[in-house]
Nanobody, 122 residues
Framework: VQLQASGGGLVHPGGSLRLSCAIR????????TSWYRQVPGRQRDLVAI???????NYADSVKGRFTISRDNAKKMVYLQMDSLKPEDTAVYYC?????????????????WGRGTLVTVSS
């Protein structure tokens, strides 16, 4: 199982980007999925989270500007980022709490994507 994040890039302040995270491989079910971000030299911070029932929560710094969503059938997680600010510049990582099949057992495991760089600059 792998998580593949994409969609990062360079954008001007006030612009928008949409990040995508594809869950590759055979899984049993998807629990909570989330996006984190990390600036060099700082800890990785939670940006947004969405549960398997569709409940969402956001960091205060992105509320009203970012929207997390997912398509369970396609095994995709998205982060729509609007009104971007220079302080949103970071490497963005997707995280998924999955149930996967190991042999005859279903186990719960967290997976991280490799990250995608978002740069907000004029």
């Amino acid at each position: 199982v792998q998580l593949q994040a994409s969609g990062g890039g360079l954008v001007h302040p006030g612009g928008s980007l949409r990040l995508s995270c594809a869950i590759r491989g055979s899984i049993f079910s998807i629990n909570t999925t989330s996006w984190y971000r990390q600036v060099p030299g700082r800890q990785r911070d939670l940006v947004a989270i969405i549960t398997n029932s569709g409940d969402t929560n956001y960091a205060d710094s992105v509320k009203g500007r970012f929207t997390i969503s997912r398509d369970n059938a396609k095994k995709m997680v998205y982060l729509q980022m609007d009104s971007l600010k220079p302080e949103d510049t970071a490497v963005y990582y997707c995280n998924a709490d999955l149930r996967i099949i190991r042999g005859t057992t279903v186990v719960r495991q967290h997976f991280w994507g490799r990250g995608t760089l978002v740069t907000v600059s004029s």
